[in-house]
């Protein structure tokens, strides 16, 4: 059976990364990318628990391992990482009230679980953690993270702009 529940220990946050570590494309072959999907960003221990500590991160459990995530990155964050703040600034072009919104910073589940829910089901516990004066959850994929791109798309979430940073064509999605 598998938990749907916020990270509290070091433990998990260190299977987060792990999985993480399955899922970029340098350990990944240019095929499994494509078939796939794969992850941009590379996180630190460090700033996966600051957010962490923030707003826990959404994870799925299934015997003690975590198999799922979705990570909570409260705005205070947005110059944290690099590739990522782009993304925060189209926020506070785009959104009368940015700071309601919260970034979805990596989404994941392992090649195990695939296709069983479990992406759709860390984005509904996601939604129904939110804190208080959050209501919309944001994030922006790769254009050529195809997977991901019809995967957000077949859970609701809707494109707000398509633009370009860091040679990379992004779509920044929103859930509401």
């Not at 195990?112 to 994929?141: A, C, K, W």
Request: charged share 25%; with cysteine; aromatic share 6%.
């Amino acid at each position: 059976m598998i938990i749907y529940t916020q990270a509290t220990s070091d433990w998990e946050l260190e299977q987060i990364l792990s999985l993480q570590q399955e899922n970029l494309p340098k350990n990944m072959s240019p095929q499994e990318c494509e078939r796939e999907g794969f992850l941009t960003v590379e996180h630190s221990m460090d700033i996966l628990k600051a957010m962490n500590d923030e707003c826990g991160h959404i994870i799925a459990v299934e015997d003690g391992k975590v198999i799922g995530y979705a990570l909570c990155m409260h705005p205070k964050f947005a110059k944290e990482i690099e590739v990522l703040k782009p993304m925060f600034q189209q926020i506070n072009t785009l959104l009368d009230t940015p700071n309601s919104s919260m970034a979805m910073g990596q989404i994941c589940v392992a090649k195990s679980h695939r296709g069983q829910g479990v992406f759709r089901n860390l984005y509904l516990t996601m939604r129904n953690r939110l804190p208080e004066g959050f209501d919309t959850i944001i994030t922006e994929v790769d254009g050529k993270n195809k997977k991901s791109l019809a995967a957000h798309a077949a859970i609701g979430f809707v494109t707000l702009k398509v633009y370009e940073s860091d040679n990379r064509e992004w779509h920044l999605v929103a859930l509401k």
